[in-house]
T-cell receptor
Framework: SQKIEQNSEALNIQEGKTATLTCNYTNYSPAYLQWYRQDPGRGPVFLLLIRENEKEKRKERLKVTFDTTLKQSLFHITASQPADSATYLCALPMEYGNKLVFGAGTILRVKS | ETGVTQTPRHLVMGMTNKKSLKCEQHLGHNAMYWYKQSAKKPLELMFVYSLEERVENNSVPSRFSPECPNSSHLFLHLHTLQPEDSALYLC?????????????FGDGTRLSIL
């Protein structure tokens, strides 16, 4: 079955730097991949979707890449701010059926 | 985001109690979902409903019983739960249940089983 690997250790960076989070998957290549943000005590919030034929997707300070050869997606936040501190989840569809599988998430802490 | 509302936000119950979690979405979506989120574990999909019909039941124990009376409301009826069922229960909705649609989540019900 598909496995999703996100950095289990928290990522600590300084304000103003670029944060880069990694999402690796192990088996089949999905048709798309989604990224969500989750704050403590809140539900996940959808950020971006990137399709397999898209190398890169941008939204304001966010950028997502999708490399089907490496079986990896990278999520970048440029000019990071303390308000960007949260857990970031990647999600992709299972090979069969209408299910979205989520990674465990990576905690990002941006220090001022 | 207030598009998906879950009540109650917190629930403490004994193993012999019966309670229900409620979810309401104001987004005009046709699909609704229940997820379980335990500490430091990925979200686990429990149930999927599309236009009030259950389209996915992810091997969830029968002590969890979903109900979808219409496309805007989703319930999760709980009875005879176990301590390992303590978790954050999240409801989500999407335009339809085909994968690819972004999901909109509520803020969850934090459930504690004594």
């Amino acid at each position: 079955s598909q496995k999703i690997e996100q950095n289990s250790e928290a990522l600590n960076i300084q304000e103003g730097k670029t944060a880069t989070l990694t999402c690796n998957y192990t088996n089949y290549s999905p048709a798309y991949l989604q990224w969500y943000r989750q704050d403590p005590g809140r539900g996940p919030v959808f950020l971006l979707l990137i399709r397999e034929n898209e190398k890169e997707k941008r939204k304001e300070r966010l950028k997502v890449t999708f490399d089907t050869t490496l079986k990896q997606s990278l999520f970048h936040i440029t000019a990071s701010q303390p308000a960007d501190s949260a857990t970031y989840l990647c999600a992709l569809p299972m090979e069969y059926g209408n299910k979205l599988v989520f990674g465990a998430g990576t905690i990002l802490r941006v220090k001022s | 985001e207030t598009g998906v509302t879950q009540t109650p936000r917190h629930l403490v119950m004994g193993m012999t109690n019966k309670k229900s979690l409620k979810c309401e979405q104001h987004l005009g979506h046709n699909a609704m979902y229940w997820y379980k989120q335990s500490a430091k574990k990925p979200l686990e999909l429990m149930f999927v409903y599309s236009l009030e019909e259950r389209v996915e039941n992810n091997s969830v124990p029968s002590r969890f019983s979903p109900e979808c009376p219409n496309s805007s409301h989703l319930f999760l009826h709980l009875h005879t739960l176990q301590p390992e069922d303590s978790a954050l229960y999240l409801c989500a909705s999407s335009q339809d249940h085909r994968v690819g649609q972004p999901q909109h989540f509520g803020d969850g019900t934090r459930l504690s089983i004594l």
